[in-house]
């Protein structure tokens, strides 16, 4: 496929959550045009107004930029095709379905939604494809009219070319043939007056000058009728890429069950953008790099032919192993930010900036700071099963000693380390585990010497001195 610059979009409908399949059309619209030095457009297709509002609009812009995509228009930013949101376009659409009518390729259809249910449903008995059986295709214009006048309400309908082909070449699944005899005339204007999804859509791709559409796969069979809208309208049509689904990894549609919440619940869950970004440029895309990327390199990595035909399915596993790696990455600035009054008892912000610096390696999400925070500041802490058994394998005198060594070297804990190593015998995993396990409550954790910095040496002392009252002589 040529190299642009594209103008790509991300067209959402803010009728409820952006999941993961949207994110990744979204992610993968910026790197289309990032990677061609072009740019994205963001248009908000919000015509269903029974479903659409402003404060989901704000969440859907607050969620995208969160992620960190970048676009240079649209209903925050202006610019100039403006309005970008559709439902501030109907003057746009209705000239095009008027246009289409002085053309003789458009006509009100008076059929209702039941007439419509009770036609769908003896074809599909009859082993046909459903598709409008043309019953006010051939109204004479005056009758049509007549009835309009009388009240009648009247959607508006494509008339569609009979016997031919429609062909183009979809950026992601290859040359695509639909033949129009299959697509029954469909509706472009609603009995409302408002733009079906085909004409809007069609319509403002070509208005805003998009050149390039990836959207998901469920609206590969769309194209052929917007194609045709273009045509016939003497419009532009961009190319189109259609993006296979995302998958639960059984192969069923995705839900929150598989951890794959929206968008918003990802955020709320505390995961960093960088690693849904890391996870989701490698999701049905055969990314050219396995390391970690930075937003600002992810489009030289990007590359549309390298994208999967069949669907790509969620894996938890791998988005959790990159939000390790954000976390390991970001910014002390950005873990303040993330772990939020989390971390507030641990003090002013050198102590927090250095209990950050100590713990990020064992957090993925900010929760997984709390019993760290207890760590480093509470008086008493609670040992958990592992660490009991610890504390009763080591010993009374064990701890008795520690205790007696940490007064000698209160504050300076590789110096007492190495005493308690000398004057006990223990090394390796034998000395520090059971050290961990009294000084933390756990068997597992950040490294040991900064921590117990952090908690202070009276701490640290009760804590052995605990240890040994609680171990079983
Ligand atoms: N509003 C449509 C959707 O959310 C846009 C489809 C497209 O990208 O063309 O599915």
Redesign the pocket.
């Known amino acids: 496929m040529s190299t642009g610059p594209h103008v790509t ?5 803010p009728t409820g959550a952006l999941h993961l399949g ?1 994110a990744r ?1 979204a992610l993968f619209n910026d790197l289309a045009a990032r990677s061609s030095g072009g740019r994205m457009i963001l248009r908000i ?1 919000d015509t269903d107004a029974a479903r659409s509002d402003d404060a989901r609009l704000a969440r859907l812009l607050s969620d995208l930029r969160w992620l960190g995509l970048e676009w240079t228009e649209g209903p925050d930013v202006g610019g100039p095709h403006a309005p970008y949101r559709q439902s501030e376009r109907a003057s746009i659409h209705a000239s095009a379905v008027a246009r289409l009518a002085e053309l003789g390729l458009a006509y009100p259809c008076f059929c209702s939604p039941d007439e419509l249910r009770i036609a769908r449903r003896a074809q599909l008995a009859a082993g046909r494809p459903p598709r409008y059986a043309g019953t006010c295709a051939a109204l004479p214009t005056a009758t049509a009219a007549a009835r309009i006048a009388a009240g009648a309400s009247a959607a508006v309908r494509f008339r569609v070319p009979a016997g031919r082909i429609v062909e183009f070449e979809d950026v992601v699944h290859g040359a695509q043939r639909f033949a129009t005899d299959d697509i029954g005339d469909f509706v472009i204007q609603r009995a409302d007056g408002s733009a079906a ?1 085909f004409l809007g ?1 069609a319509v403002d ?1 070509a208005g805003m000058g998009v050149t390039l ?4 796969d ?2 590969l069979a ?1 194209t052929p009728r917007q194609l045709l809208l273009l045509e016939a309208l003497g419009l532009p049509a961009p190319r189109y890429g259609h993006l296979p689904l995302v998958l639960a990894p059984g192969g069923a549609p995705l839900s929150k069950r598989d951890g794959a919440a929206s968008l918003h619940d990802l955020r709320e869950q505390g995961y960093l953008p960088g690693a849904l970004q890391n996870y989701l440029v490698r999701l049905g895309h055969a990314c050219s790099h396995d390391e970690w990327l930075e937003p600002d390199s992810m489009p030289r990595h990007f590359d549309l032919s390298r994208s999967s035909r069949s669907a790509a399915h969620f894996d938890e596993a791998q988005l959790r192993h990159w939000q390790r790696v954000a976390v390991v990455r970001a910014s002390d600035g950005e873990l303040l930010e993330w772990l939020g009054n989390r971390i507030d008892r641990v003090g002013d912000r050198d102590r927090r900036l250095a209990f950050v610096a100590a713990v990020r390696g064992n957090l993925v999400f900010p929760p997984d700071v709390e019993p760290l925070v207890a760590v480093a500041c509470e008086s008493t802490i609670s040992i958990d099963e592992d660490a009991r058994s610890a504390i009763d394998t080591a010993g009374p005198e064990f701890y008795r000693r520690a205790a007696e060594l940490w007064r000698r070297h209160p504050g300076d804990f590789r110096a007492w380390a190495r005493v308690v190593a000398a004057d006990t015998g223990r090394k390796g995993a034998g000395l520090y585990m059971p050290l961990r396990a009294a000084l933390t409550g756990m068997t597992h954790g950040p490294e040991l010497a900064p921590l117990v910095a952090l908690m202070g040496p009276e701490r640290a002392l009760g804590r052995l001195e605990a240890a040994g009252e609680r171990a079983v002589a």
């Not at 979009?9 to 409908?13: D, E, L, N, T, V």
């Open positions: 979009r991300f067209a959402p409908s949207n059309t297709e999804f859509n791709d559409v990836l959207r998901g469920d609206h769309n």
